[in-house]
């Protein structure tokens, strides 16, 4: 991949310059190469940081993320940095097949269910460019449906029939 400078790891994680900064100075991130407007960083920064990213998403303390990023395997750290595969969906019984997979298709959800899904990618090997590098990793699409507050129910996007049913016939009896 080559060296990065700040804005391309801004860019690509979109985090602040200052959040970077604060990551490096509670060990979460190695030291770049270089000082002053010249910091260097490396493929390995942004994994890192792509890693602790999500880490902190799953509300996990930052000196308990910095600790485990210390020793991670570059196997565990390609793991953590890869994007969380979610699309979330908070449907109606009906709306958990029809309504979600027609969103997630970026289709407008059909009756008065109320459908939200944030998709994360919108193909199974995203690309995008860092530094002029090519980027590219495997990815799947899912659908949250929330249940109540604190309760959801992940389902795959390319689930089977049975599956969406199973899905409905949960949210119809457990859904708020």
């Known amino acids: 991949m080559g060296t990065l400078r700040m804005h391309d790891l801004t860019r690509a994680t979109g985090m602040t310059p200052r959040g970077v900064r604060h990551y490096v100075k509670m060990g979460i991130l190695p030291r770049p190469e270089g000082r002053g407007t010249g910091p260097v960083y490396t493929a390995e920064h942004l994994a890192k940081l792509l890693a602790a990213r999500r880490l902190r998403s799953e509300d996990i303390p930052l000196r308990v993320i910095a600790t485990r990023l210390r020793n991670v395997s570059p196997e565990e750290l390609s793991r953590l940095s890869a994007p969380a595969p979610v699309a979330t969906a908070n449907a109606g019984a009906a709306g958990v097949s029809s309504s979600a997979t027609a969103a997630a298709n970026g289709e407008r959800p059909s009756g008065d269910e109320e459908v939200a899904v944030a998709e994360v990618s919108s193909a199974r090997n995203p690309t995008g460019s860092v ?36 899905a409905a016939e949960i949210h119809a009896r457990y859904g708020a």
């Not at 109540?148 to 969406?164: K, T």
């Open 131 to 166: 530094d002029g590098q090519a980027i590219s990793y495997p990815s799947e699409r899912w659908e949250r449906v929330v249940l109540l507050p604190g309760l959801e129910l992940h389902v795959r996007a390319d689930a089977s029939g049975l599956v969406r049913r199973l």
